[in-house]
């Protein structure tokens, strides 16, 4: 079992006292909030639209939302949850117009220059396998895994952000991993 990635407790209290600043009037205070979760944000976006452009977009609409609806955040769940979870809905309700999803891991391009080329290739090779495995999985197995093991979010927060029950993402990160096992070992 994976061990939960909860931010830092300094952390969770600055984005309650920035929502706090934030919705006493100052805007400012917003700026400091958006700066923080642009990249996650950001991320989050160009894996479902595969295109800088519209992950821009996404970003803006996602603040635009978060600072709209900020009075409706009751601090049941971090901050840095409910944030994911109105990035991930404006995801999804946008996706439906366009029906189409890519998973995180198109952008799993993380290359070691201690290897030799030899191994940089295998690397690469791997890579490529995974992306494919990845992008065959049905897309309620995709937003999974993409949270758990792109974001490191711990079950109970992946439940937060897609509304499904922590038993489901469970059964959902299992099989997800069993076929692509499955799927990597046919490749060997």
């Known amino acids: 079992m994976k061990p939960s990635q909860d931010l830092p407790i300094d952390s969770q209290q600055e984005d309650l006292s920035l929502c706090a ?19 996650r944000i950001f991320s989050l976006g160009y894996g479902f639209f595969r295109n800088p452009d519209d992950a821009e977009d996404f970003l803006q609409d996602v603040l635009v939302k978060v600072y709209v609806s ?3 955040f009751r601090g049941e769940a971090r901050f840095s949850t409910w944030l994911m979870r109105v990035a991930h809905n404006t995801a999804i309700n ?7 999803y890519t998973s995180l891991a198109e952008d ?3 290359m070691d220059t201690d290897y030799t080329p030899e191994e940089q290739c295998l690397q690469g090779v791997s890579r490529e396998a995974i992306r494919d495995a990845v992008a065959e999985l049905p897309e309620r197995y995709r937003v999974c895994i993409d949270l758990f093991f792109f974001y490191d979010m711990p079950y109970a927060d992946i439940s937060v952000v897609t509304a499904l029950p922590v038993n489901t993402i469970k059964s959902h990160v299992f ?11 046919e490749g060997v």
């Open 108 to 110: 799993f391009d993380v």
């Open 94 to 100: 946008s996706k439906k117009r366009k029906r189409e």
């Open 175 to 185: 099989r997800a991993k069993k076929i692509l096992r499955e799927r990597l070992d």
């Open 70 to 72: 900020l009075a409706s």
């Open 21 to 39: 600043e934030i919705l006493a009037g100052n805007t400012e205070s917003f700026s400091v909030l958006a700066e923080k979760y642009r990249k």
